[in-house]
């Protein structure tokens, strides 16, 4: 037996009396790891997201929504805007990349954008597989990583989109999609959009509105309705679809920084009812808010910490109370004050180190609930990734353990032999 | 071998304590005897090096003790004095062998599991070694204390009422493995006792008045 071993049995002998100190660490730990890493992932990934994306034209409206629904994939959009927009951001010098997204349809949940082959500009992702490759006719279909892994479709194969962005829209059935490429995982918002030129998403809803005026028309005139008033219907049709057709939103790479200052003022003073939405300035106010509502949890999980830290000393000072005769036995056995000293060092230092260790792997174990349980702007989530960040949490708490250890340490190392072993 | 001369010793409380002079030759044994307060347990504990003296000489195997450094008193302690003290003050958690080796790794020796064992073995103890303190009875857990005073061998043991609270057929057995175990390491033996029952089973006897 050695005092390693004596302190390793003493802790088990009286690890109930410490389970409360080491919770209360562990979990003050564990809630600073996982929101210090949320934070850190959920940011690394919106910005790496958006981080070609200059600038969003969508129709008037939140400019965060714009980008929540146009970028993230996430909130529905604020309208549509006509491809005007698109043609004059196009010829504009101050712009490098326009790039038209539609929306509408989804298919198992997961969004059918319209646009065209410059998307995978502003979001970068490898075609999985040699037979993949960007769509070239109305209907051919690109799916992110996720999508076809949660699908199961492979190229060639075809699926049927519904109408809407959420799950249990009506089907069109008629207009089959046909996988001809699949993405790489990028950990982006890429991963979960199938994207499709705009011809398709056109022609689903042109069909479904010509379908839903039908229904409107048979209703009030039923078969009665004459086919001259039917052709002069769908000429009028024509000629909207051919010079009107919509799009959600236009996304913009700008050619050079001034552009910053310049367009988006450009935009919005636009007659047409177009807002510009500057991710740089949305997400910036969008982490300040997050930080700020982690900032106080954190804040709460430091409390812990600090609450266990006075638990730990009182528990130090409990402990050394009652083994004041085993510490007085072993100086009359020729302990030296140094060698008490580490004895109860070396139980404090212990506990903060377990604590610790602990609070990281619980940290993270509660990460991998948050990521279960809420789409944290849609962002995937590695729970599992240690992070130089946890070494320095846990050094922190590790420090302060072994700080406040030293207290009731020199208190041992101090105890006045013959009084300790002659109370009763 | 210990020379006790002119001692005198405060205490906090501001009280002086004179301590009659002692002298014990190596392999002799002494029962020192007297009522509470007449400074047995202080001689005990002068001659352990746990306290030091005011005044006078306290000098064991030619080392006058105030000459040491409190780190060489309690590397003298360690090694020189084996200790059974009233209340036996083992380690409650752990074993009788663990208990043992524990004073030999305290005192800066290497664990000698072997050496602590047949020590329990001479004590009849072999059968509990590795039961907890805590489980064993006064009997069984005086006799690791005195297993664990003498596995350093040391050079005086010190004895405070080992045999108080005991029968007689207890305070005789439990003498007779004390005296045993001192002869055992060739060591001095000092007991500190009011317990007259035992006396005659000691060489020489001192009376403190």
Redesign the interface.
Known sequence: ???L??LV??LK?DLNKWIVNLSLLAFGVAGVVCLRSLESQVASNVLSDARNIDMVAGARGSALQIIMSAVFQLDVPTGNITQQVLSDLKTNRGVKLAVPVSMGDSFSGFRVIGTTPDYLELFPAEFAGKDSQIFKSAFDAVLGAEVAASSKLRIGDTFVGSHGLGNGGEQHAQFPYKVVGILAATGGVVDRVILTPLESVWAVHEAQHHHAENESDDEAGGPHTSHHHHDEKDHDHDTIHANDRKITAVLIKFSSPLSAAIIPRMVNDRPDGVTAAVPAVELTRLTALFRGVAGLISGGAFLLIALSMLGFILGLYRALRERK??L??????????A?LFSIVFGEGTLLSFSGAVLGVFLGHFLLWIVQLKFSLLGTRIDAWQFTMDDVLVAGAALTLGILISSLPAFSAGRIN??EA?NEK | MITVENVTVSYRTGADIKIPDVTLDSAESLVVLGRSGQGKSTLI?LL?G??TAQSGVVSVAGINLADLT??AR??F???SVG?V?Q?L???L??TAL??I???Q????NS?NETHASELLAFLGLQKFQDVTVARLSHGQAQRVAIA?AIVNRPKIILADEPTSSLDDENAASALKLLIDAAKSVNAALLVATHDRRIVSSFSRVQEFV
């Open positions: 037996m050695n005092p071993g004596f049995r003493t002998t005769r085993e007085a036995s072993m100086r009359a056995l020729g302990a030296s004050r060698a032999v013959i072993l | 504990h352990a746990l306290i409190e780190r309690d590397a302690r360690a090694n200790i003290f209340k003050h083992l380690f958690d752990l663990e208990n080796t524990f004073a790794n305290l005192a800066g664990i664990r």
